[in-house]
């Protein structure tokens, strides 16, 4: 059987743009559907516009310190619509780039949606082509609680497209994107609000991480109300009401802002992708909280094997659509290392052991490898914790209050450093390279072996008592 392309990728987000691009580079026929700008939700509504944005919130901070270093204070505004538009811009460089980038790797792009019609064919723009293998690679979309007037709620899809500024916004959630743009606006000049289901935010990060941060925020002027359980929104002449219950408190309370940005979290994005005509099966997310997104229950995603082979034995799928571990990274990591497998006659799995990730919010955390918890649970006393808590020297001469953490947890049977975990300015930069280290299965012997460089923050990973 002769089918028009050897590989058909729904997706062009960055597992979908990587795997069709190694596929390519082996000889293979590939077609990529994409029916929305080219760079999926990293490129052009999550990890590039955000980074700028957290760019663009630090300075205000930085006017702040510099006094302290000798320069007058002079009157900073920020032109949102400035910002806005040249945030706007970069992405469309950046999905003309991507374009280009297809053209050159002999990709072809075709511009729509696509819709699976049988396990080698599948429908895009206005007709019918036909595969030998399907790549899924559709990634996630934001869900908002099937709560009354949550219309009004924007996601952080429409964060980077607002005319205005909010002079107050309310963010809903507890995850990256809500600390995230929590710590964006505020930096911006927003009066920031925000709201957690429950005590503590980001749940799964290692309990120092996710002190350190809120505490962080806390201090520099962010309101965190925690146990809220919110009700519904409303257009009122002020903004936007929105009601919630608080734990411990009899009635309900409103707060009213000019937006409020609901971040509690992203739910494969299968609408519409005829899934229904291949037998490819779903499997739980395991979080049964979420509400349901074009009709699909949100908290199932693809499943598929440590090859990302689906069900159907000729469809794979990759990315945040799988639902392992949903970082642009580990997409583009499952993406090659299925086009190495599939067409390059180099069989392999990617791992999903030890992921660093960071969290940019403000105070910056980055981490790798098992968290405390996460070790005790496997490990119980034979855990060790080395930890730091200082005053970075650049806040020596400033007003400033932020604290650097830092954290080893490490097997006390083997040495072996087990986790990383800081939080303070550049946690993304020093951890990438501790988690070299980490992976490579370094004991805290070795950490303790590496000269520091000095005057740095970093040195305090290789000088922990
Ligand atoms: P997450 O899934 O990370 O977090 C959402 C949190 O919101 C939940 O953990 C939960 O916390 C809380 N929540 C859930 N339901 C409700 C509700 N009804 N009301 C109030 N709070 C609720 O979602 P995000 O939207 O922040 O991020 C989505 C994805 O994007 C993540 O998978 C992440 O990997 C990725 N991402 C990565 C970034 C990075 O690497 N820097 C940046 C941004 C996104 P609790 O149960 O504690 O209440």
């Known amino acids: 059987m002769t089918y028009d392309y050897d590989l058909l990728v729904i ?85 003309q780039l991507h374009i280009g980038l297809l053209e050159k790797a002999g990709v072809e792009l075709i511009q729509s949606r696509a819709t699976i019609l049988d396990p080698h064919t599948v429908e895009v723009g206005g007709r019918k082509v036909t595969a030998d293998k399907i790549l899924i690679a559709v990634g996630g979309e934001a869900v908002k609680p099937n709560l009354p007037g949550m219309e009004y709620a924007l996601t952080s899809r429409e964060m980077f497209l607002l005319k205005e500024q909010p002079k107050h916004i309310v963010v809903v959630g507890s995850g990256y994107i809500a600390v995230e743009f929590s710590g964006i606006m505020h930096g911006l000049g927003s009066q920031v609000t925000l709201m957690l289901r429950g005590e503590t935010m980001l749940r799964g990060f290692d309990d120092d991480i996710r002190s350190s941060i809120q505490d962080g925020m806390s201090k520099s002027g962010i309101k965190i109300i925690g146990n809220t359980l919110i009700k519904n929104l409303e257009r009122v002449a002020e903004g936007l009401k929105l009601t919630f219950s608080e734990q411990g408190k009899e009635t309900n309370s409103t707060i009213t802002a000019d937006a409020v940005l609901v971040a509690i979290g992203r739910a494969p994005n299968l609408g519409k992708l005829g899934l229904e005509n291949t037998g490819v099966e779903i499997v739980s997310c395991g979080d049964d909280t979420l509400p349901a997104l074009h009709g699909y229950t949100v908290n199932c995603a693809i499943g598929v094997d440590d090859e990302s082979r689906t069900s159907v034995p000729n469809i794979f799928a990759v990315g945040d659509c799988t639902n392992r571990i949903n970082l642009t990274p580990v997409a583009i990591g499952e993406g090659r290392a299925f086009a190495d497998t599939e067409f390059g006659n180099n069989p392999r799995k990617f791992s999903h052991e030890n992921v660093a990730s960071a969290i940019f919010s403000q105070p910056e955390a980055a981490t790798v490898g098992m968290s405390e918890a996460e070790a005790r649970q496997k490990l119980g006393d034979a855990v060790q914790i080395y930890r730091s808590r200082f005053r970075p020297l650049f806040h020596s001469l400033t007003d400033g209050s932020d604290k650097v953490m830092m954290k080893l947890v490490v097997d006390k049977n083997t040495d072996r450093v087990l986790g990383a975990h800081m939080v303070g300015e550049y946690a993304a930069e020093i951890i990438q390279g501790v ?31």
């Open 11 to 95: 997706g062009a987000g960055s597992g979908g743009l990587a795997a069709s691009k190694r596929a390519a580079s082996y000889g293979a026929k590939v077609a990529i559907a994409e029916n929305d700008l080219v760079g999926g939700t990293c490129v052009i509504r999550g990890c590039i516009p955000k980074k700028l944005m957290v760019y663009a919130s630090k300075f205000s901070h930085l006017f702040e310190d510099a006094v302290g270093y000798g320069w007058s204070k002079g009157e900073n505004r920020l032109n949102w619509q400035h910002l806005i538009t040249a945030v706007d811009k970069e992405v469309h460089r950046l999905n």
């Open 435 to 465: 988690a070299i280290a980490v992976n490579m299965g370094a004991t805290k012997k070795d950490f303790d072996a590496t000269v520091g460089i000095h005057p740095s923050a970093a040195e305090e990973f290789v000088t922990m008592r």
